[in-house]
């Protein structure tokens, strides 16, 4: 009986050993670092864009595999929507600093004209 049971277990076993090696993808377990929107360039911020995309896109790639049980599943799905929402407040921080930036330039360069009321 054992050895009916042995011989069942071990090709299950290296199904699910197998199942891991067919998934492209890792679970991205990292999250990029966003940079400071107060004092971040466009270059820091394309490279915050180019980053979260590619670990949003990672990490919807690694759902689609079906690897995980539902609370793993449901736990990523928030980390990945938690990061989404950080990223996207650090984006609008730093377009409406730029643009704040832009109305202070555009103020300073506005002529002042002077009338005498004489």
Known sequence: MRTIQAMIALPALCLALDAG??????????QPALPDAAVADEQEMQRA??????YLRQGEAYL??????????????VQLEMFSA??????FEY??????IA???EAKSIPVSVTSTD
Do not use: F
């Not at 864009?49 to 590619?54: C, G, S, V």
């Open 21 to 30: 090696a067919g998934c492209p993808v890792k679970n991205p377990r990292v």
């Open 49 to 54: 864009r180019l980053a979260a995309e590619q």
């Open 64 to 77: 689609e595999c079906g690897l995980m049980n539902r609370r793993q599943y449901n736990q990523l799905v």
């Open 86 to 91: 950080r990223y996207s407040e650090t984006l």
């Open 95 to 100: 377009e409406n600093r730029d643009q704040m």
């Open 103 to 105: 109305e202070i330039d």
